[in-house]
């Protein structure tokens, strides 16, 4: 028996596809890894082959992003609902830190995920300002930053984005300058859904959070690229002193950073998969080859579904939408029903919408091939042909 | 290319050797699960498929635990570190639903995974009572419970023991009983390093969590079973009112159970492989059998390493030595030096100790096979003659 399978064109949400040849690598590396008749995961985390696969990973990331030195990659175990709370545990920390007095926090709400994030950091004691809130407009846009709330620049510790939001498919098109953003206020973002599919300018960030499930690996793993001033925090006693919530061990940055994220057990064989899906993707041409290609993707399949529009709905405005999750609704349940069954007939599979927002929606991540999106604009052609 | 390895002879402590059955079938899942062209790591934590996958898990640790229906199974992200915290979190938080005050907690520290247990808890905020403690004798021995110091069982809202220290290698022989333990004070155990070793008798507790990189799977998920009446907790606004810290949402218990694990996107590859091991476990005959070779292998080398005092030293207790972790040391580094390059030679690997205790540590989990302990028992034997 050998591994096989055929090419799917897969466009579920996340935990997502990967590309055929990294997981038959991961695989055999499960199984038996370097010859040595153990597998990747059978090995401590902390030996010398563990945290090479950390380290290659960090490196890998670092070469991708073009991360400069001022900013450290780290991996913690969970996902999004985790990196919730450990971005405001941490921020906060460094926050009393760097003034000595509790901060509050500045969250732009445009998307289920950003709504989770801002709701956690309340829940557990922090001063949350609601700077931006699509939710009005059903998270149909992201607001414009002229519009957004000011930021009380003399008490808060950061503002917060989602950088693109899975549900209901927008993406911010620029980060907020300063303009908008106060010197000393760091812009933290989840990148979830679009790690990897982009340039970024990491300099410009004090964190960038994502979970690896969608755009990297296997779900399990939160990838942190933080700059590293926001690692000196105040400690325990100080932040007893002032009434804000201690972290976790297991989510505080500067513990996981000086154990080179093998404070508690990384998932070794994780890592092993991030690290062979990074290495693939600098193999391929790295970020400004991927990004053209998801550009060239989100576009055939948003044009395609412009031309119908009344079968189409792409409820998200034009210059909100995301280029990783295409987000689109059909005139009623039956098209709908009728759409997916199709779909299915031609290996088009994973297209239904998020039970929150019905329709469909088409994730387009780094794996999915050009090839998968073109059969899918084809479908949404012949179907809009026999159904309008 | 097919997946080949050599059975090896591993005793390495974690993350750990797994069946190679089991993982063989894991890679093929990896790949192309159930034949649909996607591996199970890639579909949507909340399909059917990755529900059903959660469901038998935990129907096998019920079958193979006898989980009376009192209590329930769940999984969380994260090992050992993060199950710290979880357990002051949310036990603390029934114990003020069930009281209206916050409570305080009884640690014995028994080695070097409870102590951070305890110092975890108390960095969160949580009065912690150090009911025993083995440091003064280096945790050679667990102290008889008649040497414990008393429960304040007026304001315990649990007592918190590790049954099995990995680095140390003492394993408790018995559990708490009403002699010692106050009614309404909750057993909680850590058997991160010995869960599905032997029989429990699961009604005793309150909780049993364990992480999962040793007995039954990879690295990154924590097992959890828990008394249902421990689900009930003080509201958010109680606890604040109370001055009781707040779990983090992804550690929150009831959150996790009503979302039957997964609240946040279950590593459900990882689930997968507690699948398939707990499976063949049922196949072969379950725990007592299990059980039963378990007593053996720890007994032959245990056995072997009592006939040489004059060069092997246990430093643990007999009646505290567990059944899992072989901590043993020889008299001199050379000795240790040469014992660990002889058994190389001979295909035995991963016997080196824990870097805080030196010496040698063969960790004789579920998965390492009868032959491979008594090839390690051969090799024990040999060296001594050699060498004494």
Redesign the interface.
Request: glycine share 18%; no cysteine; charged share 15%.
């Given at each position: 028996?050998?591994?096989?399978?055929?090419?799917?064109n897969?466009f579920?949400?996340?935990?997502?596809?990967?590309p055929t040849d990294v997981?038959?690598q991961?695989?055999?590396d499960?199984?038996?890894f370097e010859n040595?008749?153990?597998?990747i995961?059978?090995?401590?985390?902390r030996s010398k082959t563990a945290m090479k696969v950390i380290d290659d990973t960090k490196a890998n990331f670092k070469e991708l992003l073009n991360i400069p030195d001022t900013h450290e990659v780290f991996f913690m175990?969970?996902?999004?609902?985790?990196a919730?709370?450990?971005v405001a545990?941490n921020l906060m920390a460094n926050y009393a830190k760097r003034t000595g007095k509790k901060g509050k926090a500045a969250y732009a709400v445009t998307g289920g995920w950003s709504k989770k994030a801002a709701e956690?950091a309340q829940?557990?004691?922090f001063d949350v300002d609601i700077v931006a809130n699509g939710k009005a407009n059903n998270f149909t846009s992201i607001p414009p930053y002229s519009e957004w709330k000011a930021i009380d620049a003399d008490n808060t510790a950061y503002l917060y984005v989602c950088d693109n939001e899975t549900v209901h498919g927008n993406e911010f098109n620029s980060i907020p300058g300063p303009e908008y953003l106060p010197e000393g206020v760091e812009l933290v973002a989840d990148t979830s859904s679009n790690i990897l599919s982009k340039k970024v300018d990491v300099s410009k960030y004090g964190l960038i959070v994502a979970?690896a499930?969608k755009n990297v690996g296997?779900?399990?793993l939160t990838i942190y690229i933080i700059k590293k001033s926001l690692l000196e925090q105040a400690s325990?006693d100080e932040l007893?002193a002032l009434n804000i919530?201690?972290s976790?061990?297991?989510?505080s940055f500067p513990v996981v950073v000086a154990n080179n994220s093998a404070?508690?057990?990384?998932?070794?064989?994780?890592c092993h998969i991030l690290r062979l899906v990074t290495q693939k993707l600098i193999e391929d041409g790295g970020i400004e080859k991927k990004q053209e290609q998801n550009e060239y993707k989100a576009k055939i399949l948003y044009e395609a579904l412009e031309k119908y529009p009344s079968l189409y709905k792409l409820p998200v405005e034009k210059n909100s939408r995301s280029h990783m999750n295409v987000v689109f609704t059909l005139p009623s349940e039956d098209l709908e029903s009728a759409f997916l069954a199709g779909a299915a007939e031609r290996d088009l599979t994973?297209l239904k919408g998020h039970r929150s927002v019905g329709g469909m929606r088409a994730s387009i991540y780094n794996a999915v091939a050009i090839e998968s999106v073109e059969k899918l604009v084809a479908f949404v052609i012949e179907f809009a042909e026999k159904n309008q």
């Open positions: 028996m050998s591994l096989q399978r055929e090419e799917a897969y579920g949400a996340g935990p997502a596809f990967l997981l038959r991961a695989a055999y499960l199984f038996n040595a008749n153990l597998g995961g059978e090995i401590s985390h175990q969970g996902g999004g609902t985790g919730f709370s450990s545990y956690e829940r557990l004691g979970g499930q296997l779900a399990g325990d007893r919530p201690l976790p061990i297991a989510l404070y508690n057990t990384i998932p070794i064989f994780t994973g």
